[in-house]
């Protein structure tokens, strides 16, 4: 598995902005595609974003779409999650997750990532 760090969340208002990031070590073998999602309390876990491999392919909830903007730096071991127009309904822990080597396709599917970040809290004021 991966180390994964998500970092980048805090307290904005309605309408703002946040750029969200999540560096990836521990892992030699590359090709594998990345995700975020994030949880609301007393709610399950939902998709956010997906990126492939290198970075051609993306995928978005329809909630965030044409709002958020995911990106990687591979030479960084980073990819980013840009929010704009945050809505209070954006409040939720952000989860940055890695699917293992060789899985370069992103997908939707939270059960196929292999490895999870602690979180990064954004709160979005009205």
């Known amino acids: 598995q991966v180390r994964l760090v998500e970092s980048g969340g805090g307290l904005v208002q309605a309408g703002g902005s946040l750029r969200l990031s999540c560096a990836a070590s521990?892992?030699?073998?590359?090709?594998?595609?990345m995700g975020w999602f994030r949880q609301a309390p007393g709610k399950e876990r939902e998709f956010v974003s997906a990126?492939?491999?290198?970075?051609?392919?993306?995928y978005y909830a329809d909630s965030v779409k044409g709002r958020f903007t995911i990106s990687r730096d591979n030479a960084k071991n980073t990819i980013y999650l840009r929010m704009n127009s945050l809505k209070p309904e954006d409040t939720a822990a952000y989860y940055c997750?890695?699917?293992?080597?060789?899985?370069?396709?992103?997908?939707?599917?939270?059960?196929?990532?292999?490895?999870w970040g602690q979180g990064t809290q954004v709160t979005v004021s009205s």
């Open positions: 997750a890695a699917r293992k080597p060789g899985a370069a396709a992103p997908t939707m599917t939270l059960g196929v990532y292999d490895s």
């Open positions: 990126i492939s491999w290198l970075g051609g392919e993306t």
């Open positions: 521990g892992r030699t073998v590359n090709n594998y595609a």
